[in-house]
């Protein structure tokens, strides 16, 4: 009797099968990617893009690949923890304003100023408050000579600080109508002006950090309604900023 050879091939599908079946799961993962890229939620990938900034990944895991330049990798850190050594504590900064205010006070004591010159510490800062007739000749915006020692102590200090300021204008309700002046708008941002150069100018101090504005008499800080009152309200307000505060537009 004849006995039958066994098959040599195996049973089930052959072996070309494996490799297409490969391929073809590829493809397909490679479509499934596309397609959750095209529906990708913007937030949540702004989110992770993010994190990868906030993380430096290269301080981690180094290339073993030597660089000609090795330091063109660092720039960017090295920008990072500037700006994080820039940003000001807010402990720090809020004693910085506490001694700058002491300091200005106790000025005003001893030169007795103190019934013209106001000096505050409010949510916006160090507000330095300044009547006409401590500055300027009425309608005027030049500075006298007598107030001279005055902005020099406020311009040592803002060399001593990074903080911002601003100085503001005001009028009272009276019109004014000259060349020079045509409206208390102008009278008002000119005196904010002339301020800031003469601090600028005589302290060296960055023009950046500065900012004027004329506000004329739409903030008064008691009513037009006598003498006494429209001096009060004809005034200049020096703001040296607290850092933590977000000025409003109103």
Not at 116 to 136: D, P, W
Not at 141 to 164: E, M, Q
Not at 207 to 214: I, K, N, P
């Amino acid at each position: 009797m004849i006995r039958k050879r066994k098959s040599s091939k195996a049973p089930g599908a052959p072996l070309w099968m494996v490799t297409f079946s490969d391929l073809f799961m590829l493809v397909l993962v490679f479509f499934i990617l596309l397609f959750s890229m095209s529906q990708i939620d913007l937030v949540k990938f702004k989110a992770v893009a993010e994190s990868f900034k906030e993380t430096n990944i290269l301080d981690y895991y180094p290339s073993a690949v030597p660089f000609d330049h090795p330091t063109d990798f660092t720039v960017e850190t090295e920008s990072t923890n500037n700006k994080e050594e820039d940003q000001t504590n807010p402990q720090e900064s809020e004693q910085t304003l506490e001694e700058l205010l002491h300091e200005v006070q106790k000025f005003l004591e001893e030169n007795d100023l103190e019934d013209v010159v106001l000096a505050n510490r409010t949510e916006r800062g160090i507000v330095l408050v300044l009547e006409e007739k401590v500055l300027y000749e009425t309608a005027e915006a030049r500075i006298l000579p007598t107030a001279y020692p005055f902005l020099d102590k406020v311009g040592t200090l803002l060399t001593k600080i990074p903080n911002l300021v601003k100085v503001e204008g005001h009028t009272d309700n009276r019109p004014i109508s000259t060349e020079k002046f045509p409206s208390n708008w102008e009278l008002s941002a000119a005196r904010a002006s002339s301020v800031i150069r003469y601090l600028v100018a005589e302290h060296d101090l960055d023009s950046e950090r500065f900012v004027a504005v004329g506000y004329g008499d739409t903030r008064p800080i008691v009513p037009n309604t006598s003498t006494e009152n429209f001096q009060k309200n004809r005034r200049v307000e020096i703001v040296i900023s607290d850092p933590q505060y977000e000025e409003k537009i109103n």
